[in-house]
């Protein structure tokens, strides 16, 4: 047995290896083609396709080292309200779902691979050997299963139990000659089954993939095979590289100290004003979304650092989290956005006309929460004001954040002059990143970069995860024509651009109360658009609004995705939290009327600095 343990352990370890390799691989390859098209004037014809066929392939083996880990996405709706007993069962629940998602996508993967024909394009590769990432993935996926027991059974093979409860409902609902499926329309059953899953606890991108494979099961073979392709496929976009790469540059410059020295400068331009250091978590969370694009790991990483710091002054514990919660929602309009990165590659929107659109609205956010801080700490009598930092401390601060300072600015300048796609920008920025981490901040060791991208592995990995279950999702869809029948039932709204807007917002704040605003984006963009456009909305101005809108549901109950984060950091009860966060909250709120009602607000620098 222990020979088997270890046997195990080292194949879980050569799987993460080798996903970090493909990872790191595709970096250099990416910059790599920047070289050769700039510095040599002999672009490659090859580099990126071999860059998104290794990206295929590190998302779905890494697929199963986060099924080993427990570390896929969801929505946490009832694990955080039941006791340890009924965690179990959901547990188990979700083991046999994502068993019995991994068994339709291993089978019906296989099949397809079997039957497709054809090559790539630069490297004239077979493509069944892209597609084979899926079944591969899964059958490694599916080996990690068999070893968790979530009931915590003493049996032999009790580890087998929801593995084999898997096997048994993929065989009734999921197979090409389902035993029992739903007399419902597949619009219908998709939405049933997914939402009723997610509302259990079972991870978002095996929700989908369950749903798309349950809703298709009952017209046979045929139409379960492009939803295999469809999973590879939409992975297979070099314009969702962008999103490993800025998560790798974030970390890598996390590691290397970036967020003491951007508290440092945050402190120099505002540490002086009533509420001072509440004000320093503003200004830090906003500069800190031109390297990160995840409000959640912004909440969490400036949560450790200033929490502490804020209690030691006076602030309350909740108030502190409220801030920091509130706060990060920046993040995700400050380019570089993950959030604006996935609402174009669903929406087919420029990416950097998304980044350009969410500066204004970003310090707006920005500029409304230190007001907030303002009145909310002379209400409070926290913090009063103190006398400015000297300019010559000012000065070596901004001078010390400078290398940090230039990413977002080198990335959305670069990106609107046509100098370098949003992938390629990413890709730059990593190295950038080590770079300035070795030279400049000198805290960044070269042991610490294979931990740096098995963490950038892991985080890519469960948002990618959602983007390619999301694929077949919205194939489904289009097949049953289903935006296109909303766009048209919706028409009455459409005919009042600012009663649509209305109606819009309504609508995305009632889905962020609760759904996890990345799942909301993939399902929602192709059914909005359409409405959109024929209410005369400009898909620029729709994206802002929507990524404000869902990620403004991370601080509302049930979910409050920020909420429960910083509260689990400061270790304060979340209802304390909530109640704090409701004066940032509104006054967030007012800015998303703003944006909503004045487009020029998102589209006025877009424009100004269109190519």
Request: net charge positive; proline share 5%; charged share 10%.
């Amino acid at each position: 047995m222990n020979t088997l343990h270890r046997t195990w352990n080292h194949l879980l370890n050569t799987l993460g290896v080798l996903c970090v390799a493909m990872l790191t691989l595709t970096v250099l390859l990416t910059v790599l083609q920047v070289v050769f098209r700039y510095a040599l004037d002999s672009p490659l014809s090859w580099s990126e396709e071999l860059a998104r066929w290794l990206f295929v392939w590190a998302v779905f083996l890494g697929c199963a080292l986060l099924v080993h880990q427990g570390k896929h996405m969801r929505m946490e709706f009832l694990v955080n309200r039941v006791n340890e007993a009924r965690v179990r069962q959901l547990d188990l629940l979700s083991q046999v779902v994502v068993s019995a998602a991994c068994c339709a996508m291993l089978v019906h993967g296989l099949d397809f691979c079997g039957r497709v024909t054809g090559t790539s394009g630069s490297l004239e590769w077979p493509s069944k050997y892209l597609y084979m990432a899926v079944p591969v993935g899964a059958g490694l996926s599916l080996l990690c299963l068999a070893t968790q027991n979530p009931m915590k059974w003493a049996f032999p093979g009790a580890s087998l139990v929801g593995l084999l409860g898997g096997v048994a409902v993929f065989q009734v609902f999921l197979s090409a000659t389902p035993l029992l499926s739903l007399d419902l329309s597949v619009g219908w059953t998709l939405h049933i089954v997914a939402l009723s899953l997610m509302f259990l606890d079972v991870p978002i991108a095996y929700c989908l993939v369950f749903a798309a494979y349950a809703s298709f099961a009952k017209q046979g073979d045929l139409m379960l095979l492009p939803i295999s392709q469809s999973l590879a496929s939409s992975v297979n976009s070099f314009l969702l590289l962008s999103i490993p790469f800025f998560i790798l540059a974030a970390h890598v410059m996390n590691s290397s100290g970036i967020t003491h020295h951007l508290i440092r400068f945050a402190s120099a331009l505002v540490g002086h004003m009533r509420g001072g250091l509440a004000q320093v978590n503003v200004v830090t969370n906003t500069v800190m979304g031109g390297l990160s694009g995840s409000s959640l790991a912004v909440a969490v990483g400036t949560a450790k650092v200033l929490v502490p710091e804020m209690e030691k002054r006076g602030y309350p514990r909740p108030f502190a989290a409220a801030v920091t919660s509130c706060a990060s929602t920046i993040d995700n309009l400050i380019p570089p956005s993950i959030g604006m990165i996935i609402f174009s590659a669903a929406g087919a929107v420029s990416v950097g006309a998304l980044f350009t659109a969410g500066l204004l609205p970003g310090f707006l956010m920005a500029a409304a929460l230190m007001l907030t801080v303002h009145v909310q700490a002379r209400r409070r009598g926290l913090e009063p004001s103190s006398r400015p930092m000297p300019w010559p401390e000012r000065m070596r601060a901004f001078r010390d954040a400078i290398p940090a300072l230039l990413v977002p600015v080198f990335v959305v300048l670069g990106m609107r002059l046509g100098a370098f796609t949003a992938s390629e920008a990413g890709a730059i920025a990593v190295v950038y990143a080590v770079i300035i981490g070795v030279t400049a901040y000198r805290q960044l060791q070269w042991k610490h970069i294979p931990v740096i991208l098995k963490d950038g592995l892991g985080d890519t990995v469960a948002i990618i995860a959602i983007v390619a279950a999301s694929a077949p999702f919205g194939w489904a869809l289009g097949i049953e024509r289903i935006p296109q029948q909303i766009a048209q039932s919706m028409t009455f709204l459409a005919e009042n651009k600012w009663v649509f807007l209305l109606a819009l917002n309504a609508f995305l704040l009632v889905v962020g109360l609760a759904m996890e605003y990345i799942a909301s984006l993939v399902i929602l963009v192709p059914i909005l658009m359409p409405i959109a456009l024929i209410a005369g909305v400009d898909p620029v101005h729709l994206g802002i609004i929507m990524v404000m809108n869902l990620v403004l549901g991370a601080l509302t109950p049930p979910l409050g995705v920020l909420v429960f984060a910083t509260a689990s950091v400061a270790k304060v009860k979340i209802n304390e939290v909530y109640k704090e966060v409701m004066p940032f909250f509104w006054a967030l709120m007012v800015v998303l009327a703003l944006v909503t009602y004045v487009p020029w607000i998102s589209l006025g620098l877009t424009q100004w600095l269109a190519p």
